[in-house]
Structures are given as C-alpha cells and as structure tokens.
C-alpha cells in the first residue's frame, strides 16, 4: 500500500525558532498534500492543502505566515512553523492523495510529528 | 454546513462482545466514507472505505461498516472485541466540493474491558 513518511517524528525547540516537518511520499506521487493539526485527545484539525507547485490554501483561521507550507515536488511538501510559541505545541499530521480521477479520494497518512515548543 | 458526527466520545465494551460505533454526517449528496483507528501517539491507520456498490463493506482486523443512506449514517461494527482493538476511530467523509478534503468526526474512544 502507499506509504507517507514524517521526519522528524518527535522535536522539541525554543520558543522563538522555528522548524521544518517533512511529509514524503514513498511510493507514489502525491498531487495534493494535506497538513493536519491535533491536539490532546481531539479530531485532526484541517490546516492546509497544498498542490504540488502551487501556493497552499489555508483553512480558515490558520496564520498563513506562521505556518509556511511547500509542495515543491510530488514526493514532499513542507510545513514550517515560524517563531514557534508553546501554544503551537501540538501533533501534527500530513497526507498525501494520488489524485481524484478514476473516483480515488483516499488519503494516506503520515505516523505525524509531535512538536513541544518549550 | 456538511459535518460529520460521531455521537459517543467514549465506549467501553467487555472483550469478546460486539461493538458498534456510530457516524452520522450531514451532506446534500453521497460522499466518500472512511473509518480510521488511531494508537496514543501514532498516525492513522484505515480501516475501511464506501465509495459506491454494496453499503457493506469488510475492513481490516475484522471490523465492517454499513452505509445507509435514509439515515446518513456509517455506522463500524465488530462482532467481537479484542482487547487490542482499543484506541481512537475517527470516521471521515471526503465531499465533493472544496478539492476533496477530509473532514473528520471527533472520534470516539474505545475502551475494552478484560
């Protein structure tokens, strides 16, 4: 089945710095990419969506500038948390999505990355 | 607004009996339904998905869900429980509008008691 990764699984940072999850596509190419935020015993929260090449579409809410999203190949997008405060500590996960011809609107998910923001 | 609700936050059943989980979701056409299990700290794993054809579809460890359009609902079962099945489930729908994004329930906790 297809397989997407996320590096780094667990990160800790300073408030104040920022730092970059990668989401990779293994074994398929991903058109759409999704970014994904869930706090403690919630439901993922929907932050992004991201088309390879193009700029993200932001839900409402999210702080584009905050969190820097990149989808520069079909393999990987990017999420990037800019001047993190421990308020941005949280789970966050990505899938990916081949496309939506032939009726395909499966994601698959990432293991998420648990960032502590101290 | 299209949503998808999961009623109960949390269930407990005895290990070995049956289990339901309910969805119900709220949309003006038939979506794309999916039903995921989640383990502390860990991503997301399918566990089954209703496109079209037969509303009763067989997942994976032996879980199957039923999709019935006259409630809108998507409604898991298991006919009998294993104390490894505890965990989050989280049933989505993809809608056809606004790219195809997941929207997600907000899952319910399954405890299994010995």
């Known amino acids: 089945g297809a397989v997407v990764s996320q590096h780094p699984s667990r990160v800790i940072c300073k408030s104040g710095t920022s730092v970059k999850i990668e989401c990779r596509s293994l074994d398929f190419q991903a058109t759409t990419m999704f970014w994904y935020r869930q706090f403690p015993k919630k439901s993922l929260m929907l932050m992004a969506t991201?088309?390879?090449?193009?700029?993200?579409?932001?839900e409402q809410g999210v702080e584009k500038d905050k969190f820097l999203i990149n989808h520069a190949s079909l393999t990987l997008s990017t999420l990037t948390v800019t001047s993190a405060h421990p308020e941005d500590s949280s789970f966050y996960i990505c899938s990916a999505r081949a496309g939506t011809s032939g009726g395909s609107y499966e994601q698959y998910f990432g293991p998420g990355t648990r960032l502590t923001v101290t | 607004a299209q949503s998808v609700t999961q009623p109960d936050i949390h269930i407990t059943v005895s290990e070995g009996a049956s289990l339901e989980l309910r969805c119900n979701y709220s949309y003006g056409a038939t979506p794309y339904l999916f039903w995921y299990v989640q383990s502390p700290g860990q991503g997301l794993q399918l566990l089954l998905k209703?496109?079209?054809?037969?509303?009763l579809v067989q997942g994976i460890k032996g879980f199957e869900a039923e999709f019935k359009r006259s409630q809108s609902s998507f409604n898991l079962r298991k006919p009998s429980v294993h104390w490894s099945d505890a965990a989050e489930y989280f049933c989505?729908?993809?809608?056809?509008?606004?790219?195809?994004?997941?929207?997600f329930g907000a899952g319910t906790r399954l405890f299994v008691k010995a």
């Open positions: 209703y496109f079209s054809g037969d509303t």
């Open positions: 989505a729908v993809v809608m056809d509008t606004g790219g195809f994004k997941t929207i």
């Open positions: 991201s088309n390879e090449g193009s700029k993200a579409t932001y």
